[in-house]
């Protein structure tokens, strides 16, 4: 993050395909510049968003509106009681992990199980304490010459008493993975023959903002924590994340809401309450922000392919969803942190694989998780092509030494 600020901050020719920033949709953008009209034309409507404290777990307007949306659609058996509004998805998730896992006053210790790593870099320092994450790292399947797919070694997902809880996301960030229904079904009954919860990362997945390109059901029950954002569909300035579980879950993560930050901002929450109300925000999700994300991705694919010499041992992470494509150079001739330095020093930033492969056992010598990168594609075309021209000019010119 600081290397992305301070890039932005020196300004001049820098090819950003390294940050989680979502593209500005005009489609999108135009939704929210109407949206703050008719918040400014309701007479006190702009006074009553900005000027107003809510209570701690979120909007109940907006809570309810949620509730009748996800009880309509899928046939959950929620109330707004099910729903707690917090500072993004990153405070969610903090609230979450230290809630349920960490040092406790009896001097016992419980972690979360990430069933399959590479894994979101945002979890890594979420944690008060140490040792707070034990990982697996995931089976890898070669799914065509120049692709690969990671998929949830369930020999090795066997949650001891140390276990506080399962987490995964889907669609994952860094790679686009998208965990399959079975899969996700397996996680669930493991979960709850252990008593524990399973936590589903939800920030790119379906309904909303739905950027996920492959057939999924959408799972919920009081053992499931499900997280969501207003950050993907176009929102993250408003810090607008969204959890699903259990009342008693909702309450701990609403007191701690008031302890940490009072309340939550309302913006976020008045700009979507209609559309969530009317169905509209399903819509826009599945009618323009997943076909942006789905070209851009198979634009991104195809210029990689083009850029990079077939001599090179690539594999592109199939692209299920999400803003970024996750490539792994099979025997990189050097480190992924190496390599994100020789592209900076040419104006490209990505993200080198190295830190998303946290809480694997200290001794782990998995050469993987040195030889892969994160690009994003959400930044203008012009920026991504001139980009991945870079990155490619890079890679081929290392594989051309050996």
């Known amino acids: 993050m600081d290397d992305l600020g301070e ?9 950003m395909l390294g940050g989680g920033q979502p593209a500005h949709i005009p489609e999108i953008d135009a939704v929210w510049r109407d949206r703050m009209q008719e918040i400014m034309s309701d007479p006190g409507g702009l006074e009553k968003m900005i000027g ?17 949306l996800f009880q309509k659609e899928f046939g959950w ?12 998805g990153q405070t969610a998730f903090f609230f979450l992990f230290n809630a349920l896992a960490g040092t406790f006053r009896d001097g016992s210790r419980k972690k979360i199980l990430l069933p399959l790593v590479p894994e979101y870099i945002g979890y890594a320092n979420q944690s008060v304490g140490p040792e707070f994450f034990e990982a697996l790292p995931a089976r890898i399947e070669k799914t065509g010459p120049h692709e690969f797919k990671y998929r949830v070694d369930f020999d090795a997902v066997n949650p001891g008493d140390s276990i506080a809880a399962i987490c995964v996301s889907r669609p994952t960030n ?12 397996r996680l669930r009954v493991i979960a709850r023959e252990k008593n524990i919860p399973l936590i589903i990362d939800n920030a790119y997945g379906a309904p909303f903002p739905n950027v996920i390109f492959s057939d999924v059901t959408p799972v919920w029950d009081e053992g499931m924590i499900l997280t969501l954002s207003l950050s993907k569909i176009g929102l993250p300035g408003t810090r607008t994340g969204i959890v699903v579980a259990c009342k008693e879950v909702c309450r701990q993560v609403s007191s701690m809401t008031s302890i940490v930050g009072l309340a939550n901002a309302n913006i976020g929450q008045e700009i979507l309450r209609p559309l969530v109300e009317n169905g509209e925000i399903l819509r826009l999700s599945s009618e323009e922000v997943k076909p942006f994300y789905e070209k851009r991705s198979k634009m991104a694919q195809s210029l990689f392919t083009r850029e990079l010499d077939d001599s ?10 999400a803003l970024f494509l996750w490539l792994w150079f099979e025997g990189l001739p050097i480190t992924a942190k190496e390599l994100y330095q020789r592209l900076k020093s040419r104006g490209v930033l990505i993200v080198p694989s190295e830190y998303f492969f946290f809480g694997l056992p200290k001794n782990s010598n998995w050469k993987h998780t040195s030889e892969c990168i994160r690009v994003s594609y959400t930044m203008d075309a012009e920026t991504v092509e001139s980009g991945i021209k870079v990155i490619a000019d890079e890679v081929n010119r290392l594989f051309k030494v050996l």
């Open 312 to 321: 090179v041992p690539y594999f592109i992470h199939r692209s299920e969803g």
């Open 77 to 88: 058996e929620v109330t707004h009681e099910n729903f707690a509004v917090t500072m993004g």
């Open 174 to 185: 860094p790679s686009g993975n998208v965990l399959t229904d079975d899969e996700i079904e």
């Open 52 to 68: 107003n404290y809510d209570v701690p777990a979120g909007s109940e307007l907006f809570r309810k509106a949620l509730a009748k």
């Open 7 to 15: 890039a932005l901050a020196a300004g001049g020719d820098v090819k």
